[in-house]
């Protein structure tokens, strides 16, 4: 693929040899900015400084590509999730 991705994305492909259930079906790669670093990396010390021993999430949108090799693939843009503030937690409670 010789286009230029618009970053933070990347690709997957479906795996050339596959020869066992356990492997992937597809395989490929996705390219963090800098910024995109740096906030999942304030994430974790956030965290880590309220005591939260949790996992930091990636939100991933896909999709499904025709390389103009002919190769199927899809391309995969990733977002840090927004954190939810108190006024979106009340607005859940169903009564």
Known sequence: MTEQLKKP????FN???K??????DKTGHIELDIDMVKALVA???ANQAAN????VKLNLSCWENIAKSGLP???VRGSIPEDKKDDDLN???PF
């Open 9 to 12: 994305s990347g690709v997957l």
């Open 15 to 17: 795996a050339k040899q």
């Open 19 to 24: 020869t066992n259930p356990n492997q992937p």
């Open 43 to 45: 994430k974790v010390k």
């Open 52 to 55: 939260i021993n949790e996992h």
């Open 73 to 75: 693939y899809i391309s």
């Open 91 to 93: 607005d859940e409670i």
